[in-house]
Every structure is written in C-alpha cells, then in structure tokens.
C-alpha cells in the first residue's frame, strides 16, 4: 500500500516539479525578450530622425513604428487643438494635441506637451502658439484602446481621455491623417508651453526575478518531497 501511494505521490511531485521548471524557463524567455524590446525602444528613441513618409511607409509594411524619432515640417492649426487629460510630475492638466499639415498636404496629429490647467486655454499661451512653418521632432506612438477603468471621452467637451485617433480625425474634420501621433520633444517653446519631452518609455522588466521564484519552488519541492520519502524508509525505534 506504501509503495502505490509513494508512486502516486510521485508522479504529482514530477508533474509539479516540471510545471515549476517550464515556468523558470518560460519566465527567462520573457527576460531576453523584454531585453530586446528595451534596447530596440533605446536605439529607437536615441537615433537619427526619419522622415513621416518613412513611418507612414512602416505602418503600410505592417511593422511597428514606435518610438521612431520622426521630423516633420509643417504649419499647427491651434484653432483645432484637443486637449488629452494627464498628470504631470503630481500636476493634473492637459496635453495640447495640435493637427499639422505639411507642405504635401499630409496631416499629422502632434502632442505638443502638457500644460496645467489653468492654462488649458490657448489665450492664455499665446506665446507658444507657434506660427508659420515649423520644424518638430517627436516620437511615434500608435493609436490606443479604452481601459476598462479609462473614462469615455468627451468629444462634444473637447475632453479627452485616451488616444482615439479616427475619432480625434473626424474632430479636427481631417479626411484622413497618419495612422500614428508624434509626442514632441522637450524644445524652446516661448512662454514654456506646452512642456514637450513628455514620452515615457517605463516597462517593467521582472522575469528574472520571476524565473528565481519558480526554480526555488521547484527546489523547494524536491527538498519536501525527499524528506518525506526519507521519513517513510526511516527505521522505527526499537520499542524497549
């Protein structure tokens, strides 16, 4: 009887203990390829600049433009400025998302940068209103999806609440725009607004701390499980 539940038990221990191993495994998998993600965002982020033609030429491809420093040359139409809720540095306010149009006629959605709220209203930055051509550099991100706890946003109000870009296309009444908005960097801006340079780039990278919790798990098993067979094999006390 000892023998079949020893075996019984065994075989559980096994299925645990390969279950335990395949997830440390699994877990250092992750690690090199979040490693590769993260070096991929630095290269990205730190290299020349592309063009917008170029980016929009990667989305065509079907690959990822993120994080792709991007110059574009343009003229803002502050008139049709969205305003995407944010906080910054523990300051509640707004990212100034500003449609330019290029030379070709391209249109592309810029965050500008935050500003608090009590500078929501542009008459109260006209100084950053920047007029004629301007050159802008930013960094690509791709279109979001609602959060299960994100807010609806308020087209009507000209809140915003997350990134919808067919619906921030059809507010500034664009035909079409790129299939991406750029975060502008940190830049002069008179005035100081909006503040650019908003783009973070934070990813959580804990799969090797993961991958050492299951293999001391799995080691932790077999430490169990031998004393336990040992317990069973163990000679009884003489009874005196």
């Known amino acids: 009887m000892r023998t079949k539940s020893l075996a019984g038990?065994?075989?559980?221990?096994?299925?645990a203990f390969a279950l335990l191993i395949w997830l440390g495994v699994w877990q250092l998998q992750r690690l090199h390829w979040k490693e590769g993600l993260i070096a991929e965002i630095e290269t990205r982020t730190k290299g020349e600049p592309i063009s917008l033609s170029q980016a929009t030429a990667l989305v065509r491809e079907g690959k990822d433009p993120s994080y792709y420093r991007v110059k574009v040359d343009g003229r803002f139409d502050h008139a049709k400025e969205l305003y995407l809720?944010?906080?910054s540095e523990g300051r509640a306010g707004w990212h100034v998302i500003t449609p330019l149009t290029t030379e070709q006629g391209e249109v592309v959605l810029i965050d500008?940068?935050?500003?608090?709220?009590?500078?929501?209203?542009?008459?109260s930055r006209a100084q950053g209103e920047l007029g004629g051509v301007v050159a802008v550099t930013g960094i690509v991100r791709v279109p979001e999806t609602q959060a299960t706890f994100t807010p609806d946003n308020e087209v009507g109000a000209n809140r915003w609440f997350w990134r919808d870009l067919p619906a921030m296309a059809r507010a500034i009444g664009a035909a079409e725009v790129a299939p991406f908005y750029l975060e502008a960097e940190k830049?002069?801006?008179p005035g100081g607004w909006p503040e650019g340079g908003q783009t973070r780039v934070e990813l959580p990278n804990n799969h090797l701390q993961y991958a050492i919790t299951w293999f001391l798990m799995a080691a932790a098993l077999l430490i169990i499980?031998?004393?336990y067979v040992r317990s069973l094999y163990r000679p009884s006390p003489p009874l005196e």
């Open 9 to 15: 038990l065994t075989a559980l221990m096994l299925a």
């Open 85 to 87: 809720y944010a906080v």
């Open 112 to 123: 500008r940068g935050f500003v608090p709220e009590e500078l929501r209203d542009s008459s």
């Open 187 to 189: 830049s002069d801006v």
């Open 225 to 227: 499980y031998g004393a």
